[in-house]
């Protein structure tokens, strides 16, 4: 991977990473048409610290407070049921679901589930159910209703974006129309949610990569495309709040049924291989109109 590709990679995950159409699926998807190979899961989780670093920006002020009060009710300065103190314990209630499934599942995550077949087929059946969701949804439940089930409810949710395609704002968004949230609320703890456990994926990746510095990717290029990412992340956030607040995510659904149906459409004529490598000849074949 070159400066570059780097660029490019940083600036997709900045774009992609709150969306809900999965950031490491684009990644996936375009690092083989760049002719890269996979960027590896490492590079992803590396990568998405610059991303949740834009979240701790944009929610800063929510986070202390939230941190703060949560401390305080240890020491019963601020009460037990207090909004703030309780949101600091839904989120640590809803980390564990995808802490325990990461370590369990870590060897088929960095291997069998980054397939392009694993991808396609999760960005075009929860992207459907992200719209089913949206649909049926009451969306009247404000973030301050949230309860230690739901928290849990949406810990398992995001801890499915352990597999490319599926998006862990998409699939705890889904989660939280289901339960009849509001969006602006159902995308806020998604957010708020992923903090702990991209920061503790993405920094024990950093420890892993230096430990072992033989990585699909080297270091250098992979901390130009965080920083990249965070930069990008920043506008995206800001947007894509005033978007749900009152626009629905129908066009983001569509979007991901496309997508995951023209991967499936490479990967059936030999432009993209399902675990590795575009096909050389195939993108050759796609860019001259030969046998296509």
Do not use: C, N
């Amino acid at each position: 991977m070159g400066i570059i590709e780097a660029i490019l990679l940083g600036i997709l995950q900045g774009l992609t990473e709150f969306l809900p159409i999965s950031s490491s699926a684009h990644l996936r998807v375009a690092s083989e048409l760049m002719g890269i190979g996979d960027a590896g899961a490492a590079f992803t989780a590396i990568t998405q610290i610059g991303t949740e670093a834009a979240v701790i920006v944009f929610f800063w002020r929510d986070i202390v407070r939230i941190i703060g009060r949560w401390f305080r009710s240890l020491t019963g300065s601020v009460p037990r049921k207090d909004p703030d103190a309780l949101m600091g314990w839904w989120i640590i209630i809803g980390t564990v679901p995808i802490v325990v499934l990461g370590l369990l599942f870590q060897d088929q995550i960095e291997t069998t589930l980054r397939s392009l077949w694993f991808v396609a087929i999760s960005l075009i059946v929860f992207g459907l159910l992200l719209g089913v969701a949206d649909r049926v949804g009451q969306k009247v439940r404000p973030i301050e209703k949230l309860t230690w089930k739901h928290g849990l409810i949406y810990g398992f949710a995001q801890a499915l974006a352990l597999i490319p395609g599926v998006s862990r704002s998409g699939g705890t968004i889904t989660a939280g129309l289901f339960m009849g949230y509001k969006r602006e609320a159902a995308a806020r703890y998604s957010f708020l949610l992923a903090i702990p456990a991209v920061l503790g994926s993405g920094f024990y990746q950093v420890y892993k990569a230096l430990k072992a510095p033989e990585s699909e990717t080297p270091m250098s290029m992979t901390l130009i495309a965080t920083v990249v990412a965070f930069i990008v992340a920043i506008f995206v956030i800001g947007l894509f709040m005033k978007y749900i607040s009152k626009g629905s995510f129908l066009p983001f659904v569509i979007y991901r049924v496309v997508v995951g149906i023209a991967i499936i459409v490479l990967l059936s004529t030999g432009v993209l291989s399902a675990d590795g490598g575009s096909s050389a000849a195939g993108i050759a074949q796609q860019t001259t109109g030969v046998a296509l």
